[in-house]
């Protein structure tokens, strides 16, 4: 204790600045430090839940990117069929068409053709209607000069037999 004297230190002094000192500490530890070491815990725990969250979320980014690529892929596959499908349904009906219409072509030419035929044969049958009353008539009048009625009847009908 000399020695303290001799340095000028009151060892009671000493006692009563260390209690306050103990006391201080105390008082900070449960009113300041022990408070602000439980926030800083709870402010560490929120940024480590937010960074765990904001990993989740980027796994998650990343795995809907993935599926959206996916589908996307089989979006341009599944259009690449249908138009290579309607391409082929295309074709089969371009061609069906065409037969058809080389069908309703050829029908018209065969109607045109039979219609002709008709037309032809009943053009026919008026000129030799036509050429035989020519004939009659002409028959009748060489035949009004000088030959007998009966004689001119089978002279007309042997040259009707004959044209038809």
Aim: proline share 1%; net charge positive; no cysteine.
């Amino acid at each position: 204790m000399e020695i303290l004297n001799l340095f000028g230190i009151d060892w009671k002094l000493m006692i009563a600045q260390l209690i306050n000192f103990a006391i201080v500490i105390i008082v900070l530890w449960f009113f300041a430090l022990k408070p602000l070491t439980k926030k800083m815990q709870e402010r560490n725990n929120e940024i480590a839940k937010g960074l765990s969250d904001a990993q989740t979320a980027t796994e998650r980014l990343d795995q809907v990117e993935k599926e959206i690529k996916e589908q996307l892929q089989q979006t341009k596959t599944e259009a690449a069929d249908i138009l290579t499908t309607a391409k082929k349904n295309s074709e089969v009906s371009r061609k069906a068409e065409i037969e058809k219409t080389k069908q309703e072509v050829a029908n018209i030419i065969i109607k045109a053709k039979e219609q002709i035929a008709s037309e032809k044969t009943v053009m026919v049958s008026e000129v030799k209607k036509d050429v035989v009353e020519i004939i009659v008539a002409a028959l009748q009048k060489i035949l009004a000069k000088g030959l007998s009625k009966d004689i001119d009847q089978k002279y007309i009908d042997q040259v009707l037999k004959d044209i038809k």
